[in-house]
């Protein structure tokens, strides 16, 4: 998959924000799109610009209703994520996610209360998923 530019991803970003996964009209984008980024020039036609790129990408399908236009993502938040994500753990750690772990630790980017609720997570995340053994 195809990674997008920074700004490309602040604008799936808000698409997936405002519409919850459903089209959203390029109001609604704007509106869910971070603070930083309104107040750096993010003028209607930028993000149309942006709308249009990411069409171009097959990110995102316009669709007309009535006088409106309608933004639907076509790709998943979940799917896109994971797929960069991957590929950075691959590319920076040679896939070893302990590599990325103690980068975000050394930097201050990971603290304890986010390793407990990893840890956490990757109980739940086990005993779902029971029928594999990865020890």
Not at 2 to 12: C, F, T, Y
Not at 96 to 116: E, F, K, P, Y
Request: charge should be positive; include cysteine; glycine fraction near 8%.
């Amino acid at each position: 998959m195809e990674q997008l530019s920074r700004r490309e991803e602040q604008v799936m970003a808000a698409l997936w924000a405002a519409g919850n996964g459903q089209a959203a009209t390029r109001r609604q984008i704007a509106a869910a799109l971070p603070a930083p980024a309104k107040d750096a020039g993010w003028a209607d036609s930028t993000l149309l610009n942006f709308l249009l790129r990411l069409e171009r990408k097959g990110f995102v399908r316009l669709q007309k209703q009535g006088n409106k236009n309608l933004y639907l993502p076509l790709v998943r938040r979940d799917t896109y994520c994971g797929a960069v994500s991957a590929a950075h753990l691959q590319t920076l750690y040679g896939g070893d996610m302990r590599g990325l772990l103690a980068a975000l630790a050394a930097t201050g980017r990971l603290d304890r209360a986010q390793v407990h609720r990893l840890l956490r997570w990757l109980d739940g995340w086990l005993a779902e998923n029971a029928e594999y053994d990865y020890e």
